[in-house]
């Protein structure tokens, strides 16, 4: 499974721990709001089983070998979010199968394109979650869960 480290900055040092000694790419999306879109895209283009670490994320080896031999197509690890709101369809630690990407080869296109009516505008990586999760959901494919990671963003 590849695992693509993302942060926007430096990432936590918890989240580097926890990915110590482990084949990642790491990619750092400081400065441009577009940028995870656009690598989103690039690995759903690729074909090939990914999963995403957030910078702020800290899963377990055990969360990683399980996504690793999931037979799931779209595998979230909730995580904590503000205001004590468990967020369950996030990319903070999402594995996505080779067979979802074959299957809905157009999705994170789709999805770099919603406007939703929000402030934030299509391609922006605040929302690109939720368009993602949106689009997966009305394709009829439900998330196959995992158990939580850690969360390391300090909301305040």
């Known amino acids: 499974m590849n695992v693509v ?3 926007a900055g430096d990432p936590h040092p918890a989240h580097l721990a ?5 084949s ?6 400081a400065g441009d709001p577009y940028a995870y879109g656009r690598l989103l895209g690039e690995l759903w283009a690729a074909g090939e089983e990914f999963c995403v670490v957030e910078g702020d994320i800290a899963p377990q080896p055990a969360t990683l070998a399980g996504l690793a031999g999931c037979p ?3 595998c979230p690890c909730p995580y904590p979010g503000p205001g004590g709101v468990t ?8 594995r996505f199968s ?6 809905h080869p157009a999705l994170v296109v789709d999805a770099l394109g919603v406007d939703d009516s929000t402030d934030t505008p ?3 990586w605040a929302r690109l979650d939720v368009r993602v999760a949106g689009l ?4 009829g494919v439900n998330p196959h869960p995992h158990p939580a990671v850690a969360h390391h963003h300090n909301y305040g």
């Open 87 to 94: 967020l369950a369809r996030s990319l903070g630690c999402t």
């Open 5 to 7: 480290a993302v942060s």
């Open 136 to 139: 997966l959901a009305a394709a």
């Open 122 to 124: 299509p391609g922006h």
């Open 18 to 22: 926890a990915l110590r000694g482990l």
């Open 98 to 103: 080779a067979g979802l990407l074959s299957a």
């Open 24 to 29: 990642v790419r790491r990619v750092n999306l």
């Open 72 to 74: 799931g197509e779209w």
